[in-house]
């Protein structure tokens, strides 16, 4: 038998076949969860105290637990929508039917 590491789509977010790595820098998270700026997870974890909490790896560095930003993304409501609330929150024509003419 050879020892070949054959590393898959699905291993991708791992290093060489090994394990996932245990934590998210602060760019991983953004891009996880779809915020566009630092900022966004700092008043995220001012405002919401069940946000993960980042860890101190060295003096000048944070990262975010893997599974704690997983479980935090499992516990959200799911958001549920029927076409009306989608046209009102864009600002459809349900919105400018209430909207009164001069």
Do not use: C
Not at 1 to 25: D, E, F
Not at 65 to 91: N, T, Y
């Amino acid at each position: 038998m050879s020892n070949v590491v054959v590393v898959t789509r699905k291993q991708s977010n791992t290093v060489a076949g090994r394990a996932p790595t245990l934590l998210m820098s602060m760019a991983e998270v953004m891009v996880a969860l779809r915020y566009s700026s630092r900022q966004s997870i700092y008043e995220r974890l001012r405002r919401d105290p069940s946000f993960p909490r980042p860890r101190r790896i060295s003096p000048h560095r944070i990262a975010f637990l893997r599974s704690e930003v997983e479980k935090w993304v499992v516990a959200l409501p799911a958001a549920h929508f029927d076409g009306f609330d989608a046209i009102e929150q864009r600002g459809g024509p349900a919105r400018e039917a209430r909207v009164r003419v001069r």
